[in-house]
């Protein structure tokens, strides 16, 4: 059974860092597919990052040049390093799995299919 858990979330304020931490079991990370999405109240999900079994990352505009995907695969781990944080960034950040090396439309949800419970990040400012 695949579990994914997330941690690293917390609050912070506006230019500051989290990283972020999923952990993964019954699935090995260096074989497939992951990412991360995030969703604001009231917002619907949105992908974030994303990162291939072969090391491909992909971003949201958004975030590009501020957060880093990446993975340990001895820990079977994805991280997600987030930098100059905002105050619109504030939500539930997600970690997704998908079966595959290759990652076919990275940031749509539709193509992952098992989720993490979440962790939330706030941002002040």
């Known amino acids: 059974q695949v579990q994914l858990v997330e941690s690293g979330g917390g609050s912070v304020q506006a230019g500051g860092s989290l990283r972020l931490s999923c952990a993964a079991s019954?699935?090995?990370?260096?074989?497939?597919?992951m990412a991360w999405f995030r969703q604001a109240p009231g917002k619907e999900r949105e992908g974030v990052a994303a990162?291939?079994?072969?090391?491909?990352?992909w971003y949201a505009d958004s975030v590009k040049g501020r957060f880093t995907i990446s993975r340990d695969n001895a820990k079977n781990t994805v991280y997600l390093q987030m930098n100059s944080l905002k105050p619109e960034e504030t939500a539930m950040y997600y970690c997704?799995?998908?079966?595959?090396?290759?990652?076919?439309?990275?940031?749509?949800?539709?193509?992952?299919?098992?989720w993490g419970q979440g962790t939330q990040v706030t941002v002040s400012s």
């Open positions: 997704a799995a998908r079966s595959g090396s290759y990652c076919a439309s990275p940031l749509r949800v539709g193509p992952y299919a098992y």
């Open positions: 019954g699935y090995t990370a260096s074989y497939n597919c």
């Open positions: 990162m291939s079994a072969g090391g491909t990352t």
